[in-house]
């Protein structure tokens, strides 16, 4: 799958701006604040219907005093064009549109345009909360799994119906029985696939730890579930007294977790800065084998400044890893030094665009088809 153009009126810092990009590499080269992880971020969007850097905050995203924002895609996917188009007014709903029809769900467009972003943000799956792990699960089943986010959907639901009736002390049994139904029923669901998800990434994950970070270092991830001891029936009635004194539903799916270990020691506690972003790097490029696999599309690979606290060996690590077209297609790397972008173009064969960004203007710099023209 490629992204072959993106228009941009109103995202953050950049006014306007009609970008065409090349089916391989592309380079957005610039200083820090001057827009370069926007154009990510607006491509990120219409994957995910939501931005990577605001997240739910919608008004984040339009250009400050601009009535509305807006985002057009034009992708080709397995050998079909799509036309995907975002708009969002101040104090509306965003409104997204596949080939001119618009969404009645925006659930319905997850899995559409398989896409990993790598950004310093990542360094919240290492010192954040449980959410931020639980976050990555979701996304990447969700992506391949309608069912999975069927049950997400609906269980999140429930809980924040249950949630709401212990807020307001309700004693009612069978109200509790008709929501509680729902939650045990994709709980298990949930659990299930998870377990199954953990156990097929692990391994895909240590493998690119280990492509660059080398074999000296040893890497695994568990899966944290209060599943794994009791049912969700059996949690719910367990813990009813005591979550009627809390004010919310305390066990559950919905706080499962990934455990992250160096050795035997966890990565949050003893990893360095650089041990640290190797396995969030890690983590994203099983992400993007995981997705390849389970959408029969090749996503999107967007990678945000990501050489910065690496060591030089694993720098060259990444470029050899990313460098390799049989298994990404299209990438998209910024960075405020030029030197790592030469690099992988000059190890990558094919097209490749580079582009300056400075205060939202967007500038293309060079092409290989200016450089084959000019021989």
């Known amino acids: 799958m490629t992204l072959e153009q993106l228009s941009i009126l109103n995202y953050k810092n950049i006014a306007e701006a009609q970008l065409r990009f090349s089916p391989k590499v592309n380079c957005l080269i610039g200083n820090n604040g001057m827009g370069k992880t926007n154009v990510l971020d607006a491509i990120y969007y219409l994957s995910y219907c939501r931005s990577y850097t605001s997240g739910n905050d919608h008004s984040a995203a339009i250009t400050h005093e601009a009535p509305l924002m807006m985002l057009q895609g034009h992708y080709t996917r397995r050998g079909n064009t799509e ?65 999975y ?11 924040e119906q249950r949630n709401s009736m212990i807020r307001h002390d309700y004693r009612d049994a069978l109200l509790y029985e008709s929501v509680e139904q729902v939650m045990e029923t994709t709980a298990t669901y949930i659990h299930e696939q998870r377990k199954q998800w953990i156990e097929e990434f692990a391994p895909i994950f240590m493998r ?67 041990q640290c972003k190797t396995y969030t790097i890690a983590l994203r490029l099983a992400q993007f084998e995981f997705l390849k696999k389970y959408t029969s599309t090749t996503p999107i690979l967007l990678l945000d400044d990501i050489f910065d606290k690496l060591d030089e060996a ?60 000019g021989q």
């Not at 975002?86 to 080939?99: A, D, E, V, Y």
């Not at 986010?149 to 809980?159: C, F, M, Q, V």
């Not at 029936?233 to 455990?259: C, F, K, P």
């Open 83 to 147: 036309d995907i188009a975002l708009s969002l007014q101040r104090g509306k709903r965003k409104m997204m549109k596949r080939n001119g029809k618009e969404y009645k769900r925006l659930s319905q467009h997850i899995g559409l345009l398989p896409l990993v972003m790598i950004s310093p943000l990542d360094w919240d799956l290492i010192r954040g909360g449980g959410d931020e792990r639980r976050r990555l699960i979701d996304q990447i089943i969700s992506q391949g799994n309608k069912q």
């Open 208 to 274: 690119y730890y280990n492509a660059i970070a080398g074999d000296q270092e040893q890497v695994r991830l568990g899966y944290k579930s209060h599943l794994s001891e009791m049912t969700m029936r059996q949690l719910l009635n367990a813990n009813r007294d005591r979550d009627m004194l809390l004010g919310y539903t305390s066990r559950g799916v919905h706080r499962d977790d990934i455990e992250l270990w160096l050795g035997s020691h966890s990565m949050r506690k003893t990893g360095s800065q650089g």
């Open 149 to 159: 986010l069927d049950a997400l959907i609906r269980y999140n639901k429930a809980l």
């Open 314 to 373: 694993r720098v060259v690590s990444i470029i050899n890893v990313v460098s390799n077209s049989q298994d990404f297609g299209q990438i998209f790397i910024t960075d405020t030094n030029r030197t790592h972008l030469d690099e992988i173009i000059a190890m990558m064969s094919g097209d490749y665009v580079m582009m300056a960004v400075e205060n939202g203007d967007i500038t293309t710099i060079a092409s290989h088809q200016e450089e084959t023209q």
